[in-house]
């Protein structure tokens, strides 16, 4: 970067025009966006859907692998996650920034540049936001506004026993690219001549630095007259979320290791880190997929979607949380998501 | 406090559910709230309103003479305060927080205490968020929804030339109370021994640490068949506001010194601290007050109403942005409103 404009030259007021100026709102429903005390959004009696998320620096990010530009993008793909995850349609963003000095208006550019992606491939209008000093650290808040038709949101309360538990996608991906740059980071930090060994690993990197939110499923699911007993994210690793279900639903589970989607990219990349990638499956966080169960007369509308895995069902309570190895061993299953209050 | 549970002990669900576990939703469109990805709101064809803010310790709030209840109560308010000034009812929170392991539970339960109290006041929802941890300081980011009868919301850049320009309650108590607040805090650092003077003084203190929003006025509003033809809330200092209303309008302005409201409280501190209370009221930020402009035809309407005050009337553009004196000389309002970027 060969510019560097202080943004204390554009002032708060001034640096949100900067930001939102060439930013046009694409949703009819968008009366008062940007530049007012609030937005004002009209439903057509469709509900609202709301949600939120904080990411702080040092605890949800590190800049020192993470583009600015991959972090405004995921910024937003991880709030719209949250709103498929409802089997509703997010349709409007808030975005707050705290910012140190130590960024620079060009800085920011990129990172609203994510940003604006995001919200043009999901179809979303950016309507409001705060944008603030910060003493040390950057911070991001995204709230994300969603609609969705009277009562078919989809909660994680009303799975039944014998229903399908089925996952999108791939597991344990964000988790093996973050141990690969926490280890190029480390070798770095050892010896900044060694230049980063990346080769070969877009996939686990791509997954961590630029998640994408399953609307597709979501769309799948409209096309197909599905509607999920039960549903949500995959942001803290699949035993962390299905346990939530099982907890919120009153229910237990049996979960099959045979039956858990692993990339190819993913198990050769957890070979050469000596990581079992069952174990990088189950616990890795940040995958961003949807996890759902179905009932099992629904079973024959997604066995044609190769995103889709059928990976166990539901059971009783007093039958626990059960995971069976591929071995043939039964472990109960354990949350190993990340407590970050314990970093 | 003689009790300390330390935060990693509950972990951030268990946190979660320590502090929503004695909140029961008021609203009746409240169908999904904390505890799911998102949250779900009814409508019943009215408009939906959205605002944001970001608040950090050590730019925004010093924990040193803010007592986390207050801070609680007035993170609320201010984002309230944003609604009402679209005049629109706020419905519906999202709170954010992140925190260090320098914040004890008991810390946090106090913090939510404010939060809570401020929810019942205004008949609010808390209805989602997201707990983390922070490396430092104590960042909060809270969201507010409101509805507004449709086309009823009032903007800020729709004045016209010849509105009277109004304002709520009074003005400069916030700036006052920080003033005498940061007074002590430097008196106290250099010599812990001498006891902060706060006699006296519980109208500025209360008005920086427990701001209200400014309800009343928009059910005055709505009583009396009153709709403002522009309106914000006064965040950064009435001067900065009124010129974003003459920019967004694309008008000028007199305002009149005389007419400025400051209480009693404030002149006495002003005249203690040797400041003029007319430039606290124009430049002090943090009144959370209302300033709107009305037709002359409304005139009549508000008289009656002690808590509102008409300080000026909207002018042409090329007649510029003016304030008359008590002593017959005439300014250019100049936004001195507070740069966080510069601090």
């Known amino acids: 970067m060969t510019e560097r404009t202080e943004i204390a030259s554009l002032g708060e007021f001034g640096l949100i025009d900067h930001l939102t100026k060439n930013f046009e709102t694409q949703q009819a429903s968008t009366i008062v966006s940007v530049g007012d005390d609030a937005a004002v959004i009209d439903h057509f009696g469709k509900q609202t859907v709301i949600t939120t998320d904080l990411l702080l620096e040092g605890v949800h990010f590190d800049l020192m692998y993470t583009p600015l530009k991959h972090l405004g993008y995921k910024s937003v793909v991880v709030n719209l996650s949250d709103v498929y995850a409802m089997n509703a349609t997010p349709t409007h963003i808030t975005m707050s920034i705290g910012i140190s000095n130590r960024f620079s208006v060009e800085a920011l550019n990129e990172f609203y540049e994510g940003v604006y992606a995001a919200c043009n491939k999901y179809n979303i209008d950016l309507i409001g936001g705060d944008t603030s000093a910060s003493q040390k650290g950057f911070v991001i808040s995204v709230t994300a506004i969603g609609e969705v038709t009277p009562n078919r949101f989809v909660k994680r309360s009303t799975a039944a026993k014998g229903d399908l538990i089925c996952v999108s996608g791939d597991l344990g991906g ?16 050892e010896n900044p001549q ?3 060994d990346l080769e070969n690993e877009d996939y686990i990197v791509g997954r961590l630095l630029k998640p994408e939110a399953r609307r597709d499923i979501i769309d799948f699911f409209e096309k197909n007259n599905i509607v999920p007993t039960a549903m949500m994210d995959v942001s803290d690793g699949i035993s962390s979320e299905v346990l939530h279900l099982c907890k919120q639903s009153n229910l237990g589970c049996n979960l099959y290791e045979e039956k858990l989607p692993v990339a190819e990219a993913s198990k050769s990349a957890a070979f ?3 990581l079992d990638p069952t174990v990088c499956a189950l616990n890795g966080g940040e995958d961003y997929e ?9 079973y024959d509308k997604i066995t044609l979607n190769e995103e889709i895995s059928v990976i166990g069902y539901m059971t009783d309570l007093e039958e626990g949380c059960k995971f069976h190895t591929k071995g043939g061993n039964t472990f109960d299953i354990a949350a190993q998501g990340w407590n970050a209050f314990n970093a």
Chains 1, 2 share one sequence.
Request: avoid cysteine.
């Open 174 to 189: 964000a988790f093996l690219g973050l141990t690969l740059l926490e280890r190029e980071k480390k070798i770095y930090l």
């Open 194 to 196: 060694i230049q980063p």
């Open 272 to 274: 050469k880190f000596g």
């Open 290 to 298: 949807l996890i759902f169960t179905l009932k099992q007369d629904d």
